[in-house]
């Protein structure tokens, strides 16, 4: 009887990836023609051309039969199975990532309808706004593999000049210009939608160019966004606190822009969109400042509050010794004001929170075996800490730039700090790439910038960088630096004019080759720390600073005098 024959066995190729993006989402091969591919014009398909660059494979996904390779697989394809349109495998991939990891560091510290229904929603149906996500998809992704690498290694990956070399970045920008080209197209159209369209995709432009720490691009979108929201009049409604738009993710999309703002007009935002500080100086806000019926009820209240707080700490940063003697009168009442609000709401929501989970030290952990309570939980917590800097912020930043602050600020800044770590040891282990809200980091800057107690500031610094997430335009490294090199400029001076003996917990030594080294002892979760600074500029600092766009014009670098040395 003859033997059967064995069967063949599918011989596996390696595929190519050049063509034009019609033919790869087709799943064809594309005879690669100048110009346009002969496939698309014999078939009377329109041919999309080809992409410049290509988000590079995955080492680790080497073999097509591993499971996590047929898992990235399925996830990719059920993602862009919901498109009305065809995709290529890069876009599907880092659309896929975007939902299944970028959108759950996003809502970090809060849920958010914005991320995690509105945006997904519009990104199905507009093709701009899928492009956009693709686009922060892309250098999220990139941020997290470069992570995984040597120490530091996101930063060489995506900081400076070098950085706009990356693939992954090449291949965001060329998305992000596909999202612009949709625009273009549509702007001369009546499109109710447009106008959202277009928010939407401003916020994710920034997010995308704040991950890639390309602040001054960030801010040009930034800018783009507050004046399309200018141009609708948006206002705040004395009924609720609601933002007036006509649809709720617009809504979304306004109040995730004041928020944004607070922290940018530190990086460059001259003409912040002000829809709060009329309710909370020019009206009795303490008609809002009653019992708290919920969370959401009291954050809605701390919302205007917050950013009415952030504007004024901008004003008193970015005025100059002049013009502060001018406008000082005016600061002081408006700085009245807002500490007797925050205290307010701080009682009314330590009220609240022992009506609701019996404590409002959040101090001990939280017993409860539900999720839902245990999430709740630390949103009230995060709720608080907001509250808690914002009310040191409104006291510290009037005082004259160039004296220390009184040392009857000190118990508050290290109540803001135990705060902060309380905060962050009910959070995920690992701290997320990036999120929307500014919570941790610029709690702990607060805390740190200008503390009387050499102590604290370097607990707040350790705490920034164990943290190191990029809240917004708030990163926990960079600010860590800034704060480490403002502390070492106070020490020198210190260690110079030999005034009174040294600072509490400092002593200072002259190393052999003539530097001086000013060491801190301090405790950071409960066990006894030693920090050793050499009082000498960071020149990594100011070559990192030197490669960020406007860098020399923000307020924290000016009053350091860190770049005063370089020529431009």
Known sequence: MPMSPEPRKKIYTKRSRTGCRTCRARRIKCDESPNACNNCTRTGRKCEGYELYRVPRDSGKSDPNSPRNASVTQICRAVTSKLQWKVTSDEGRCLAFFEHQSVPQLVTFFDSPLWQQLVLELCYCEPAVFHGVVALGAVNQAYEIAARGPPGGSRRLLLGRKGTQNKWYQFAIEQAGRAFAMLNKRRASNDPTLHTVILVCCLLFVMCELLHRKLGTAIVHMESGLRILRGMRVQRQAMGLVLTSPSAIERCVGETFLSLQGASAFFGIKDPLDVDTRYVFEQPYNHYLESFTSLQHARQVLKPLLNTASIFVAQCMHASEAEMKLIYPTLQCRQFLLVGYFTRFLKLFADFCDRTYGTSSFTTPTTSDDPTQRKAYREAEITRLSALYS???????????????????????????????????????????????????????????????????????????????????????????????????????WYRSAEGGNPPGVTFEMNPDGRVTARIEYRLRKAERDCRLVLERNEDLVAQLLDIENAENWPCVRSLGLLDHVKR
């Open 391 to 493: 009310l040191l912020a409104a006291k510290l930043f009037l005082y004259d730039k160039t004296r220390p602050v009184p040392d009857s600020l000190t118990p508050e800044c290290e109540a803001v700090i135990v705060a902060a770590e309380t905060a962050m040891d009910k959070l995920p282990s690992q701290s997320p790439t990036i999120t929307v809200h500014h919570e941790i980091v610029p709690a702990l800057n607060v805390a740190t910038i200008r503390c009387p107690d050499y102590r604290i500031r370097c607990r707040g610094i350790a705490m920034m960088r164990s943290w190191g997430a990029i809240e917004g335009f708030m990163s926990a490294s960079l600010n860590a630096d800034l704060m480490e090199e403002s502390m070492k400029q106070e020490l020198l001076y």
